[in-house]
């Protein structure tokens, strides 16, 4: 049998309408939708299906619903196919809430109001600073930390070959982009979003996030659930504390993490939530996988129907 290993979705995938097909045609993913309401105290359904977009992209707002959007994916996949075998999971920064929450490390209300509450931290983060985001494509690595190093930026996200997203002050970033695309980038691209998301410039967000993982109670993983900071699997709750509340400021190694699931013997990744941006990011470090995805009906139509064939 194939392994298996779910991924789950982080900011930016989210799209105005996420989930309103699902909450149309399943009574389980209405019920969902609607515990988010009792859960939050606020119409965060009405925000995934109706927007407006800025409204659904402020992080506070986006964080929760990804989120739920993704777990709803996840609870449909499992109701579909109830004999759904998966052996490890793994998510891209706010996923990883997810990841952890699918490998029973917390409860569906405490995985939303933890991703409520992380998202308002730090979107204070992001008005306390001036920062920025930008992918630079087709730049070697050790090129592109030079290129770090004499702008003083971080490199934030680590997506596949090929795609770096770096962040930091805009004035920093933009010169980056300007001496990323003076090396031999392809492109150096700013990026539509608030602010400088896993660099140093969240440390403000830091101790809030430690204090709200301190008040919750996690359990041991029951599967292998993929660190971003360090790209192997989480050990117990004080290691999981810990890593989270690192993650804020530090880089997501999305591709060292595939390529350790792939060593561990992983062939088979499916996505769930909005959007197939970790489904692409998979597919440029390994060509040779299975990637399957479940973010509206069709897929997940289609994601049953693989599973059901396969092996």
Not at 214 to 224: E, K, Q, R, S
Not at 304 to 311: Q, Y
Request: net charge neutral.
């Amino acid at each position: 049998m194939q392994q298996t290993a779910l991924m789950f979705a982080g900011q930016g995938a989210q799209f105005v309408g996420m989930g309103r097909d699902w909450a149309g045609q399943f009574p389980s993913a209405r019920d969902l939708f609607d515990r988010s309401r009792e859960i939050l105290g606020f119409d965060l359904a009405r925000i995934c299906f109706e927007g407006p977009e800025e409204e659904l992209t402020r992080t506070e707002n986006a964080q929760p619903a990804i989120f739920l959007t993704s777990w709803v994916a996840f609870q449909l996949l499992k109701e579909q196919k109830p004999d759904l075998s998966f052996q490890a999971t793994a998510g891209l920064s706010l996923g990883e809430l997810t990841a952890l929450t699918a490998a029973g490390v917390l409860g569906f209300e405490d995985g939303l109001k933890i991703a409520r509450q992380r998202g308002r931290f730090m979107q204070e983060a992001c008005e306390a600073t001036r920062g920025a985001m930008a992918a630079v494509l087709g730049l070697e690595m050790a090129v592109l930390r030079e290129v770090c190093a004499a702008t003083d930026v971080d490199m934030a996200n680590l997506n596949c070959p090929g795609q770096i997203v770096i962040s930091g002050e805009t004035d920093k970033v933009t010169a980056a982009c300007e001496l990323a695309k003076a090396k031999g980038a392809k492109r150096a691209v700013m990026l539509p979003v608030a602010g400088a998301y896993h660099s140093r410039l969240m440390a403000g967000a830091q101790p809030k996030v430690r204090g709200m993982l301190d008040a919750v109670t996690l359990l041991p993983p029951a599967m292998p659930v993929i660190s971003n900071v360090t790209a192997l699997p989480h050990g117990g709750p004080e290691d999981i504390r810990r890593e989270l509340t690192a993650q804020v400021i530090s880089s997501v190694r999305w591709e060292d993490s595939i390529r350790y699931l792939l060593a561990q013997g992983f062939r088979r990744f499916v996505e769930l939530g909005p959007g197939t941006a970790l489904s692409g990011f998979v597919k440029r470090i390994d060509k040779t996988t299975t990637i399957l995805n479940v973010s509206d009906i069709p897929s997940l139509e289609g994601t049953v129907k693989a599973l059901s064939e396969s092996r």
